[in-house]
């Protein structure tokens, strides 16, 4: 049976490269490797992509979608805000910085964009529920847009997660388990599941659908290029919880220089963890290209993952373009929410501390050219890690009397 994924003509294999027809597979029969999409692109120019619509179905022509994506019903993420940050910029020392502000998609974080095209491959695979292991903005974004979809859904976190990520997975239907146990031990569990009867006829949007669903993040590259007037940032702070979405952006960047749409220039890659959940930027600092699984502990829970399936990738990815992988605790990542808040009106989610936390400790330290344009992501809504804020910063000021006697002495 043929299926219509645009521009997109085989999987082919990360490590050996071997191709596969578009399919549910994810994984190579030669070797194990992880399998991506591979592209026949077309003649795509800026004035295509310019007259679509303001979201990410603008870039569809880049993406494994049929060319009517934008017509079926589904959730429409992207095109958010690249917010020049000049106080922020200023208080770091750094002349052009912008804040990609991914809180601004419809469930508050980037996962719309992964699961918008994980939605088209399962309703093209014919899949009638919608699943995955989430670390939290996940779960979310695939219930949402199996409701809107008219999908079933059914995802599956680690059991203590933030109670407004628990709400937001439950709001829209569908069934949310729960799982006693670590964001690993839920996706081991998911792959037991697709091999189970039980799984059949499943779109685990982050498994078997994960070739469709990683292309998603490739639209931030897009988006940042084109609202930088089509140019690529020097510098970028990038969160890594899989380390999918900094793979996909270095991916997303390599194809518009490909395809002509900016020019060739050099850009460095950092990747931000915490410290808590760091196996990555400890394999970068040691020199090593394998990672070290670890058992995470931090507040910054969506990116709790302790064996991420793309660290090698992100390791090749920042030593190649020159950049580097960092990590911040959690006190850091507090002082970055409210750094980021008080000098840009943006309220971010842990990950978002965790990035802006390695973008100040990576410009203190002189790891960045405070000249270059640089462009730090924030992927979520603080108010969805509202648990981070603690203490005097949870309560008001002060608390008052409504008279102006009270307010002169309380001020
Ligand atoms: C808010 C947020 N940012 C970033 C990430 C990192 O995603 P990846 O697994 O692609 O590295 C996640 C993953 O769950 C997330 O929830
Ligand atoms: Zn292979």
Redesign the pocket.
Known sequence: MSHDFGPAVALSCRECGARYPLGPSFACLECFGPLEAAYEFGNVTRADIESGPANIWRYRSLLPVPADVATKPNMNPGWTKLVKAGNLGQALGLKSLYVKDDSGNPTH???DRVVAIAVEAARTFGFHTLSCS?????AGAVTAAAARAGLDACVFIPANLEAAKIAMARVFGGKLIGIEGTYDEVNRFCSELIGDPLGDKWGFVNVNLRPYYAEG?KTLAYEIAEQLGWRLPEQIII????????TKIDKGFKELVALGLVEDTPYKIFGAQAAGCSPVSTAYKAGHDVVQPVKPDTIAK??A?GN?A?GPYVLDIARRTGGAVEDVTDPEIVAAIKLLASTEGIFA?T?GGVTVGVLKKLAESGRLDPEAETVVLN??DGLKTLDAITGDDAKPTAVIRPSLDAFRAAV
């Open positions: 974080s980037f996962k989430s670390t939290g903005n996940l993040s969160p890594i919880a899989s380390g999918s979405q900094l969506s990116l993952i991420p793309d989610e990950a992927t979520g």
